[in-house]
């Protein structure tokens, strides 16, 4: 049974901090991982998406790898501001999307 | 780029009465839809695999008669809270694939906030 775990579980930072989010998955047969984003009573914005194949990928201030052997991503956020503030959630796909069990970050100014 | 449309965004029930949950994909065929459950301060726990035509795939500990799914068309599946208890009251939220959701990832509704009271 696929397990997906989040480190830290809650993290709060002064803003312009660089930031890494760790996520370590059991199962490393994924065909590949997304990171969410999920605001307080909201739904879930997709941030970046890495196949399998893939070993990172940038969007603006945000850049995630994969080690799928080591089962194994993480999040990089460089500068944080206080919008970021919000929960981080990895999840993996195989047959189904399993969710980890989500970073909540606050950055205060 | 892929639009998942999920209805109603909140929803009060009495205990006892049944509530539905309406998910769209708005421009693409989902032969596959998910649908999670999140408690506060909680990760997403998915419930059920929906699959157009066939019976949906409940996750283990799911009670699969209080929680009806239906995936009639490529475009809509259901999800009828029956007999609902306060128990219940969580944010439910589904999620639908195409074709080509190994390259483009999954796409999620907004979600549906339950409170029975």
């Known amino acids: 049974k696929q397990e997906v775990t989040q480190i830290p579980a809650a993290l709060s930072v002064p803003e312009g901090e660089n930031l890494v989010l760790n996520c370590s998955f059991t199962?490393?047969?994924?065909?590949?991982l997304q990171w969410f984003r999920q605001d307080p009573g909201k739904g879930l914005t997709s941030l970046l998406l890495?196949?399998?194949?893939?070993r990172e990928q940038t969007s603006g201030r945000l850049n995630a790898s994969l080690d799928k052997s080591s089962g194994r991503s993480t999040l990089y956020i460089a500068a944080s501001q206080p919008g970021d503030s919000a929960t981080y959630l990895c999840?993996?796909?195989?047959?189904?999307?399993?969710f980890g069990t989500g970073t909540r970050l606050q950055v205060f100014p | 780029g892929a639009v998942v449309s999920q209805h109603p965004s909140r929803v009060i029930c009495k205990s006892g009465t049944s509530v539905k949950i309406e998910c769209r994909s708005l421009?693409?065929?989902?032969?596959?839809m998910f649908w999670y459950r999140q408690f506060p301060k909680q990760s997403l726990m998915l419930m059920a695999t929906?699959?157009?035509?066939?019976?949906?795939?409940?996750e283990q500990g799911v009670e699969k008669d209080k929680f009806l799914i239906n995936h009639a068309s490529l475009t809509l599946s259901t999800l009828t809270v029956t007999s609902a208890h306060p128990e219940d009251s969580s944010f439910y939220i589904c999620?639908?694939?195409?074709?080509?959701?190994?390259?483009?990832?999954?796409?999620f509704g907004s979600g549906t906030r339950l409170t029975v009271v």
């Open positions: 929906s699959n157009e035509g066939s019976k949906a795939t409940y």
């Open positions: 999840a993996v796909y195989t047959d189904k999307l399993i």
């Open positions: 421009d693409f065929q989902a032969t596959t």
């Open positions: 199962d490393s047969a994924i065909y590949n």
């Open positions: 999620s639908a694939r195409d074709q080509g959701e190994r390259l483009y990832g999954y796409t």
């Open positions: 890495i196949q399998s194949s893939q």
